[in-house]
T-cell receptor
């Protein structure tokens, strides 16, 4: 069974630009969560989608948005990039339902903002 | 507000030794406590997990000890191996309609050969 796939793996952007990251969950998983990982803050929850609906949201500004498609694939978008947005963005999928806290993570998209 | 506090930030252990990572939580509504292991360049992977009605869970060389009254739980890695060198995250999950998974800040474990 294929794992969670994230693209692109690495990208470099400049301040003010916007970026879109993609995530393909494990087949059969309907829930997709996004996390931001930085050395200082650890893993910070961005949002979670289930059946194309945002079901939960972390404390990030509106510049961070996401969506989920009918095939459970998800994208997240960051607009007006800031230097502090440099991080590893992780996507995680789970079967869904009540969400047990058992997440399957991809390898992440490492974003560098210059 | 950091709801899950993890210590130490980094840990160096000799091969064959015991690695111990501690976590403390504040919210008594948490009802599931997973540990994740992350190797460089990889995403975190679920290692072992425990529910608060159990005081200990063992899987191979990995053991979670849970103290509900103290709101603390810890990961013990017996006979630590260089291949165990990774970052370990504890987490706490609260189920229900307003579910939430909160991670500790991680412990970088280095096992020297």
């Amino acid at each position: 069974k294929a794992g969670v796939t994230q693209t692109p793996r690495y990208l470099i952007k400049t301040r003010g630009q916007q970026v879109t990251l993609s995530c393909s969950p494990i087949s059969g998983h309907r829930s997709v969560s996004w996390y931001q990982q930085t050395p200082g803050q650890g893993l910070q929850f961005l949002f979670e989608y289930f059946s194309e609906t945002q079901r939960n949201k972390g404390n990030f500004p509106g510049r961070f948005s996401g969506r989920q498609f009918s095939n459970s694939r998800s994208e997240m978008n960051v607009s007006t990039l800031e230097l502090g947005d440099s991080a590893l963005y992780l996507c995680a999928s789970s079967v869904g339902g009540s969400n047990t806290g058992e997440l399957f993570f991809g390898e992440g998209s490492r974003l560098t903002v210059l | 507000q950091q709801q899950v506090k993890q210590s130490p930030q980094s840990l160096i252990v000799q091969k064959g030794g015991i690695s111990i990572i501690n976590c403390a939580y504040e919210n008594t509504a948490f009802d599931y406590f997973p540990w994740y292991q992350q190797f460089p360049g990889k995403g975190p992977a679920l290692l072992i997990a425990i529910r608060p009605d159990v005081s200990e869970k063992k899987e191979g060389r990995f053991t979670i000890s849970f103290n509900k009254s103290a709101k603390q739980f810890s990961l013990h890695i017996m006979d630590s191996q260089p291949g165990d060198s990774a970052t370990y995250f504890c987490a706490a999950f609260r189920g229900g309609s307003n579910y939430k998974l909160t991670f500790g800040k991680g412990t970088l474990l280095t096992v020297n050969p």
